[in-house]
């Protein structure tokens, strides 16, 4: 997987920054008063810099740079805006200016007595992140002729053997037992980053205080991987695989395969992918770090890929579909980060992991398909096929689990981003405490979310002539209708929410702590959820 810059901390007094190569980064407060240590002549140049309009104009945590300065080795120096009493969201903000800017060589950031480290050093990290697996090297592309040089291949990036994750007709490798880890091959060479060293006061409280963001940053990298993964890659094998790897980290990892699902009811579920050569299979992930408390349950649409089936998308933007495990990736993403900072929790995710595709065994609209809970569902469009597939996995959690409360995730619906765009995820609740537990962690951690509402009037919509229920309401209120389908499968009396991320998994341009592509969104607020709401004090 991709990993966070590796970030260390050194002392600041008596640095020499005149040595520093690279780039200088210089955190700065309203007095602007810049660090002992600077020649003169930078200094001269620095001042009229932070004297200057532009710098007065500067929003808080907004970058002002300047190349090549006099007195430096370094080749740039970037001065930050960091007011006093800065928030996390406005210290992670400076931090994402630096990471935006940090290329690949040494990074120098000297920080103020005051300045908020950890939530800087997190802020960098998070968007310093890059995908480039299958990018073929420049050391390639200069050694050999054009013609030479080989494309990218996914395969050599697999962590599964499975043989539908290769991408030619090359000879299958028989799979590993579904409930057993496969061989991992050793994973491929990162590639290069910067070095970054923070100069500070107290480089040991530092570190020890960047521990946790380091831990959330690698959740949110490993989500972020998991949605950039394409389709042949990420097959539900595949991925079911790289979950099972995380036992390494503590995680209890068990996965369930077509036959036990069939022997559970899982109906709904099966439908969705019984048109795809992938395997259906549903993984559940358990972290026990607290006491003898029922677990908090979190669940996660894991689509690899979606066409639509029989009832097929347009082409144009089916590429990326590849999104629409996007739940299933937060799910996961958050339980890696809970391992890594040995949470005092007991939470268990669970994951949907199917394939949407058309083919002659594939589910059609017009289907009646009976649920885990006992219910039957009137298929009237294959593309409405998440809600399908949380319907068994929510009946299943609460049936095994008896969690405490459950939050479900899943790009679910074009509708929300018709009303809410790309800058707030939709949810949807049973429960007000919990809403509102959602909406503040939400807030602290920096993303967006909105909640909107359920009412019985909207059962309407769903009402079939022909079953208990039918998967889709049509255009209107098209969101607060999948709400209601997943609502009638979660147990009177268990506090549950659901999160419509369809908007913000994959936005179409870059997000303050993202690049352009997708943003993990989702895995800082439901940590901070847990640390407030279910770790123990």
């Given at each position: 997987?991709?990993?966070?810059?590796?970030?260390?901390?050194?002392?600041?007094?008596?640095?020499?920054?005149?040595?520093?190569?690279?780039?200088?980064?210089?955190?700065?407060?309203?007095?602007?008063?810049?660090?002992?240590?600077?020649?003169?002549?930078?200094?001269?140049?620095?001042?009229?810099?932070?004297?200057?309009?532009?710098?007065?104009?500067?929003?808080?945590?907004?970058?002002?740079?300047?190349?090549?300065?006099?007195?430096?080795?370094?080749?740039?120096?970037?001065?930050?805006?960091?007011?006093?009493?800065?928030?996390?969201?406005?210290?992670?903000?400076?931090?994402?200016?630096?990471?935006?800017?940090?290329?690949?060589?040494?990074?120098?950031?000297?920080?103020?007595?005051?300045?908020?480290?950890?939530?800087?050093?997190?802020?960098?990290?998070?968007?310093?992140?890059?995908?480039?697996?299958?990018?073929?090297?420049?050391?390639?592309?200069?050694?050999?002729?054009?013609?030479?040089?080989?494309?990218?291949?996914?395969?050599?990036?697999?962590?599964?053997?499975?043989?539908?994750?290769?991408?030619?007709?090359?000879?299958?490798?028989?799979?590993?037992?579904?409930?057993?880890?496969?061989?991992?091959?050793?994973?491929?060479?990162?590639?290069?980053?910067?070095?970054?060293?923070?100069?500070?006061?107290?480089?040991?409280?530092?570190?020890?205080?960047?521990?946790?963001?380091?831990a959330l940053a690698e959740g949110v990298f490993?989500?972020?991987?998991?949605?950039?993964?394409?389709?042949?890659?990420?097959?539900?094998?595949?991925?079911?695989?790289?979950?099972?790897?995380?036992?390494?980290?503590?995680?209890?990892?068990?996965?369930?395969?077509?036959?036990?699902?069939?022997?559970?009811?899982?109906?709904?579920?099966?439908?969705?992918?019984?048109?795809?050569?992938?395997?259906?299979?549903?993984?559940?992930?358990?972290?026990?770090?607290?006491?003898?408390?029922?677990?908090?349950?979190?669940?996660?649409?894991?689509?690899?890929?979606?066409?639509?089936?029989?009832?097929?998308?347009?082409?144009?933007?089916?590429?990326?579909?590849?999104?629409?495990?996007?739940?299933?990736?937060?799910?996961?993403?958050?339980?890696?980060?809970?391992?890594?900072?040995?949470?005092?929790?007991?939470?268990?995710?669970?994951?949907?992991?199917?394939?949407?595709?058309?083919?002659?065994?594939?589910?059609?609209?017009?289907?009646?398909?009976?649920?885990?809970?006992?219910?039957?569902?009137?298929?009237?469009?294959?593309?409405?096929?998440?809600?399908?597939?949380?319907?068994?996995?929510?009946?299943?959690?609460?049936?095994?689990?008896?969690?405490?409360?459950?939050?479900?995730?899943?790009?679910?619906?074009?509708?929300?981003?018709?009303?809410?765009?790309?800058?707030?995820?939709?949810?949807?609740s049973n429960d007000d405490g919990?809403?509102?537990?959602?909406?503040?962690?939400?807030?602290?951690?920096?993303?967006?979310?909105?909640?909107?509402?359920?009412?019985?009037?909207?059962?309407?919509?769903?009402?079939?002539?022909?079953?208990?229920?039918?998967?889709?309401?049509?255009?209107?209120?098209?969101?607060?209708?999948?709400?209601?389908?997943?609502?009638?499968?979660?147990?009177?009396?268990?506090?549950?929410?659901?999160?419509?991320?369809?908007?913000?998994?994959?936005?179409?341009?870059?997000?303050?702590?993202?690049?352009?592509?997708?943003?993990?969104?989702?895995?800082?607020?439901?940590?901070?959820?847990?640390?407030?709401?279910?770790?123990?004090?």
């Amino acid at each position: 997987m991709t990993h966070p810059v590796e970030i260390r901390f050194q002392p600041l007094a008596d640095a020499d920054l005149s040595a520093r190569s690279g780039r200088l980064v210089l955190v700065l407060d309203d007095r602007a008063q810049l660090p002992k240590g600077l020649p003169q002549a930078t200094r001269k140049a620095l001042g009229r810099a932070v004297a200057a309009k532009a710098w007065a104009d500067l929003k808080p945590g907004a970058a002002m740079e300047i190349a090549f300065p006099a007195g430096l080795a370094a080749e740039a120096v970037q001065l930050i805006r960091l007011p006093r009493g800065a928030d996390a969201a406005l210290a992670r903000k400076a931090g994402a200016a630096i990471g935006a800017r940090m290329g690949k060589g040494e990074v120098t950031v000297v920080c103020g007595a005051r300045c908020p480290v950890s939530e800087l050093t997190l802020g960098l990290a998070l968007r310093g992140y890059e995908f480039s697996a299958y990018k073929s090297s420049p050391q390639a592309d200069e050694t050999k002729p054009a013609e030479d040089v080989p494309a990218a291949e996914p395969q050599s990036v697999t962590h599964g053997t499975a043989p539908e994750a290769r991408l030619s007709d090359a000879a299958a490798v028989e799979p590993a037992p579904a409930d057993e880890p496969q061989d991992q091959p050793a994973e491929p060479p990162q590639p290069e980053k910067a070095r970054v060293t923070v100069l500070c006061d107290d480089p040991e409280a530092a570190a020890r205080d960047a521990q946790s963001g380091a831990a959330l940053a690698e959740g949110v990298f490993f989500t972020r991987d998991l949605v950039n993964e394409p389709a042949n890659v990420l097959t539900t094998t595949d991925f079911a695989d790289r979950l099972l790897a995380m036992r390494e980290l503590g995680l209890e990892v068990e996965v369930l395969v077509e036959e036990e699902l069939t022997r559970l009811g899982m109906r709904a579920l099966l439908a969705v992918g019984q048109g795809s050569e992938s395997p259906s299979k549903v993984v559940v992930m358990r972290w026990q770090g607290g006491g003898e408390e029922a677990p908090f349950a979190l669940v996660g649409k894991g689509v690899v890929f979606d066409t639509g089936g029989i009832s097929i998308k347009p082409a144009q933007g089916m590429e990326e579909m590849t999104m629409d495990m996007g739940g299933a990736g937060v799910v996961a993403g958050v339980m890696r980060t809970l391992a890594l900072r040995r949470a005092r929790a007991n939470v268990v995710g669970l994951v949907g992991l199917v394939e949407n595709m058309p083919d002659g065994r594939a589910q059609r609209p017009g289907d009646i398909v009976r649920s885990m809970k006992g219910d039957t569902i009137e298929v009237v469009n294959t593309d409405a096929e998440g809600r399908m597939v949380l319907a068994d996995v929510l009946w299943y959690a609460q049936d095994r689990f008896q969690p405490a409360a459950v939050v479900n995730l899943a790009t679910l619906t074009g509708a929300v981003i018709i009303a809410l765009g790309h800058d707030k995820a939709g949810l949807f609740s049973n429960d007000d405490g919990l809403a509102g537990d959602l909406l503040k962690a939400a807030d602290v951690a920096g993303e967006g979310l909105w909640r909107l509402p359920l009412a019985p009037a909207y059962d309407d919509l769903i009402k079939s002539r022909l079953a208990d229920m039918k998967n889709s309401g049509g255009r209107p209120a098209g969101s607060i209708t999948a709400a209601q389908f997943l609502q009638r499968f979660i147990r009177k009396g268990t506090p549950w929410a659901h999160l419509d991320i369809a908007g913000v998994t994959l936005p179409p341009g870059e997000t303050t702590l993202a690049p352009k592509g997708p943003t993990g969104w989702g895995v800082m607020t439901l940590d901070r959820l847990i640390r407030d709401r279910f770790e123990a004090k």
